[in-house]
Nanobody, 120 residues
Framework: QVQLVESGGGLVQAGGSLRLSCAAS????????MGWYRQAPGKQRELVAA???????NYADSVKGRSTISRDNAKNTVYLQMNSLKPEDTAVYLC??????????????WGQGTQVTVSS
């Protein structure tokens, strides 16, 4: 059994910053890719940023230059630093990880999400 728990969301004014964290726990053998997605009301879930176990990163064009994804492999944690936030960044942010379970299969796990609201 593995799970992801996000934290760090909240209400911030436009131009502000937030740092999201997502910690994986449970019977983890290894973690491959980790990523952050977001879903705004009435819109499809979209990839915000992803990072491989080796540290290679990928960003959505909408956040490129304003956000940084990083991970601490020793803590099984991925972070998303978001700067210069805009009202259109308002969404539920969800963490995702590709995890090899101890003595088990490879599974894609989602966190429960954390709300980010950017006021104008």
């Amino acid at each position: 059994q593995v799970q992801l728990v996000e934290s760090g969301g909240g209400l911030v004014q436009a131009g502000g910053s937030l740092r999201l964290s997502c910690a994986a726990s449970g019977s983890i053998f290894s973690i491959n890719d980790m990523g952050w997605y977001r879903q705004a009301p009435g819109k499809q879930r979209e990839l915000v940023a992803a990072i491989t176990s080796g540290g290679s990163t990928n960003y959505a064009d909408s956040v490129k230059g304003r956000s940084t994804i990083s991970r601490d492999n020793a803590k099984n944690t991925v972070y998303l630093q978001m700067n210069s936030l805009k009202p259109e960044d308002t969404a539920v942010y969800l963490c995702n990880a590709d995890i090899r379970v101890v003595d088990g299969p490879q599974v894609y796990v989602w966190g429960q999400g954390t709300q980010v609201t950017v006021s104008s």
